[in-house]
């Protein structure tokens, strides 16, 4: 299986706040990434979180760690149907062994 | 600041035709670079990873190939397509170390 897991669907009412779930297995990872892929396109680096750190805030977007679970989340306050898009956790011990999710599918609805 | 570009956006090969994809990298020197293949509702399988000119790393064994003639150009090639290489090819580009990877728009491959 994939060592890298997220639910692969999200459906959330504009305006409200996305949470989506990412659970990892090597605890010696280093960085953990979220990225959006939007249809047809490639992947757009959102924000990425240092092992040592817990928490990290950019605008509507708040990554949560607990390196203890092995699990990442991402939130997005104030959903708006742009954001509807597949979102890829991504671990990364090395930089040529980068692993990623399924994806997980946000449907924002008016 | 730092661009990648991959073309074609689209393809559509018969079986058997060869392939040759090409990305490129500007704004930076010396970058690794990375070929991935996302198969429809998966994640992405990385494919090829190259640290330098002429430095190739083949993480699956597959009916492709990748070269990497000049500093900032990774090819991805194939002699004779399969029904099973259709997908959507992503180009990526890092610094080295722990930096993120930096992805092109991809090439959606569909083989006839």
């Known amino acids: 299986g994939e060592d890298v897991e997220q639910s692969l669907f999200l459906s959330v009412r504009e305006g409200d706040s996305s949470v989506i779930n990412c659970t990892y297995t090597d605890s010696s990872s280093t960085y953990l990434y979220w990225y959006k892929q939007e249809p047809g396109a490639g992947l757009q680096l959102l924000t990425y979180?240092?092992?040592?750190?817990d928490m990290k805030q950019d605008q509507r977007l708040t990554v949560l760690l607990n390196k203890k679970d092995k699990h990442l989340s991402l939130r997005i306050a104030d959903t708006q149907t742009g954001d509807s898009a597949i979102y890829f956790c991504?671990?990364?011990?090395?930089?040529?062994?980068?692993?990623f999710g399924a994806g997980t599918r946000l449907t924002v609805k008016p | 600041s730092q661009t990648i570009h991959q073309w074609p956006a689209t393809l559509v090969q018969p079986v058997g035709s060869p392939l040759s994809l090409e990305c490129t990298v500007e704004g930076t020197s010396n970058p690794n670079l990375y070929w991935y293949r996302q198969a429809a509702g998966r994640g992405l399988q990385l494919l090829f990873y190259?640290?330098?000119?002429?430095?190739i790393s083949s993480e699956v064994p597959q009916n492709l190939s990748a070269s990497r003639p000049q500093d900032r150009q990774f090819i991805l090639s194939s002699k004779k397509l399969l029904l099973s290489d259709s997908g959507f090819y992503l180009c990526?580009?890092?610094?080295?170390?722990?930096?993120?990877?930096?992805f092109g728009d991809g090439t959606r491959l569909s083989i006839l």
């Open positions: 991504a671990e990364n011990e090395n930089n040529n062994d980068m692993r």
């Open positions: 979180i240092f092992s040592n750190m």
């Open positions: 190259s640290v330098g000119i002429g430095q």
């Open positions: 990526a580009w890092s610094t080295g170390g722990l930096q993120p990877q930096h």
